[in-house]
Every structure is written in C-alpha cells, then in structure tokens.
C-alpha cells in the first residue's frame, strides 16, 4: 500500500507555464510538507500544513501556493514556471503529536524539468 | 547559513568495510537527530535517529555517535553492504505545535563496492 504518493512522476513544462504537483498520503497523518532537492540533492523545507493550516512558509517565491483540501492531500501550484524551478520537489507527511521527534514519511518525489 | 554541515560529499569503500559519515550543528535548538537514506529515484526515508542526551544508538549494522558538546554526530555502517549504496543525509529536528522542521545537510553519496 502506497503510504504518501505524489502525481505525477514527472513533470517536463515551457518557461512560463503553470503547473501542479498532487499530493496525497493514507497515512492518517495530519502534517504534510513539500520540499525542494536540488540538483545538488540538497533538500530544502518550503511549506508545511497541520490540519490545512499553513505553518511553515519558507523564503519561497510567491509563484509557488500551496493548497490543502483536507488533511490527506497537499497539492503544489508553480504559477510562470522559470528554469530555477527545475528540480526533485518531495512532498512528505507525518502524525504531529507537537515535538521534534516525529518521523516525516517522504513521497517518492516529482522531477519537474522546465525548458 | 548552513545549519547542518554534512561530510564527506562522497564515499567509496569496500564490501565488509565501515562507512563513516559525520555532521556538525550549530543551532543548539536542535533537540532531535534523524538520519536518512535516499536510494536513486526515491524519496528519502528515515534510516535511524537519536536524541541529544544519548551519546550512542545502535541499531543493526547502523550506530549514530553523538557528541553535544562539540554538536557534532555521525553514523557508521559496519560491515557495509552493496545494498547500502545510497545518499546518506543527516538532519536537525526542532519541533513545534503540531510540527517538526528538518534542516538537513548536503547529504553523502555511499557507494560500496563488491
């Protein structure tokens, strides 16, 4: 069973198109995140919803919005894609029982090549 | 700034051989320790994770060390395996009301050959 899936795989877009990346996870978990890895395989936090709220929003261009229709789905829309956002964007989740030790459960990533 | 530094970039060795990897810190916020291991075309996933006031985990083959005074930690891969062959990355945990942010490092590229 697929525990946080993200569609689709891959993503090949034009400069200046829109764009989104789908999210989901059965997990029952109610925080779920997205990152950014480079082509450097650095992995960066750029957003995290609890309870479709948003709680973390990183130093990310306001091209990027999130949206969290319930707590099992976090979708990535990339509106006037540039070539920088080229990149691996993972979408992960976890259960939050509030505190640093919980275990963030990773999706197996979305390779968006922009042209 | 770089709030997790993570080395070497990249490591080769031998089959049976130990890996080491090693990761420093600065934010003394951190209370929690993650590894993770990335295989080609998949998402990460957590390898083994320690808290700041245990100096040593174990678990199978994989053992974090942690030193606090000198924010330092890193983890060994005894008898390394072909399998092991992944990028390893090192992470920093604080957490919040209803969340936990990871700062990782820039990761390592294991490669064990046969």
């Known amino acids: 069973d697929t525990a946080v899936s993200q569609t689709p795989k891959y993503l090949v877009t034009q400069m200046g198109n829109d764009k989104s990346i789908k999210c989901e996870q059965n997990?029952?978990?109610?925080?779920m995140y997205w990152y950014k890895q480079d082509s450097k395989k650095f992995l960066k936090i750029m957003f995290s919803?609890?309870?479709?709220?948003?709680?973390i929003n990183e130093t990310v261009p306001n091209r990027f919005s999130p949206k969290s229709p319930d707590k099992a789905h976090l979708n990535l829309h990339i509106n006037s894609l540039e070539l920088g956002d080229s990149a691996v964007y993972f979408c992960a989740s976890s259960y939050s029982a509030g505190g640093s030790t919980d275990t963030q459960y990773f999706g197996p990533g979305t390779r968006l090549t922009v042209l | 700034q770089q709030q997790v530094k993570q080395s070497p970039q990249s490591l080769i060795v031998q089959k049976g051989g130990i890996s080491i990897i090693n990761c420093a810190y600065e934010?003394?916020?951190?209370?929690?320790f993650p590894w993770y291991q990335q295989f080609p075309g998949k998402g990460p996933a957590l390898l083994i994770a320690i808290r700041p006031d245990v100096s040593e985990k174990k678990e199978g083959r994989f053992t974090i060390s942690f030193n606090k005074s000198a924010k330092q930690f890193s983890l060994h891969i005894m008898d390394s395996q072909p399998g092991d062959s992944a990028t390893y990355f090192c992470?920093?945990?604080?957490?919040?009301?209803?969340?936990?942010?990871?700062?990782f490092g820039k990761g390592t590229m294991l490669l064990v050959s046969p």
């Open positions: 997990l029952g978990h109610d925080t």
């Open positions: 934010n003394t916020a951190f209370d929690y």
């Open positions: 919803y609890n309870n479709k709220e948003l709680i």
């Open positions: 992470a920093a945990s604080v957490g919040g009301s209803g969340y936990s942010t990871l700062t």
